[in-house]
């Protein structure tokens, strides 16, 4: 299966950016949605962004609208969630997932329908 690993995490101040990025090898991501997720201790993995395998159909976290963008490169395989405005309740560890179905025509994706995972990427911002 694809392997997934995101970088790009960090230490940032309240209000300050950081762009993510993930990393895929074993096979081409080009027709599937991907999506980005994040986590805090005690709570459900959360959905912050997805982006079809069109590259045309993109969604966000009602939390992250207008300050996060999500984007992809088939030729470089490659994810990327550039971070703007962040505030000290993004702090989390960062997910990248992948659905496991081609050409699935559901344009979002749900943390129950991502087939694999990377290993997460630190954000922490303080305030």
């Known amino acids: 299966q694809v392997r997934l690993v995101e970088s790009g995490g960090g230490l940032v101040q309240a209000g300050g950016s950081l762009r993510l990025s993930c990393a895929a090898s074993?096979?081409?991501?080009?027709?599937?949605?991907m999506g980005w997720f994040r986590q805090t201790p005690g709570k459900e993995r959360e959905f912050v962004a997805s982006?079809?395998?069109?590259?045309?159909?993109?969604h966000y976290a009602d939390s992250v609208k207008g300050r996060f963008s999500i984007s992809r490169d088939n030729a470089g395989n490659m994810l990327y969630l550039q971070m703007n405005s962040l505030e000290v309740e993004d702090t989390a560890v960062y997910y990248c997932?992948?659905?496991?179905?081609?050409?699935?025509?559901?344009?979002?994706?749900?943390?129950?329908?991502?087939?694999?995972w990377g290993q997460g990427t630190q954000v922490t911002v303080s305030s």
């Open positions: 982006i079809m395998w069109t590259g045309g159909g993109t």
């Open positions: 997932g992948i659905d496991p179905i081609p050409w699935n025509s559901d344009e979002s994706l749900a943390a129950e329908g991502v087939g694999s």
């Open positions: 074993g096979r081409s991501i080009s027709s599937h949605t």
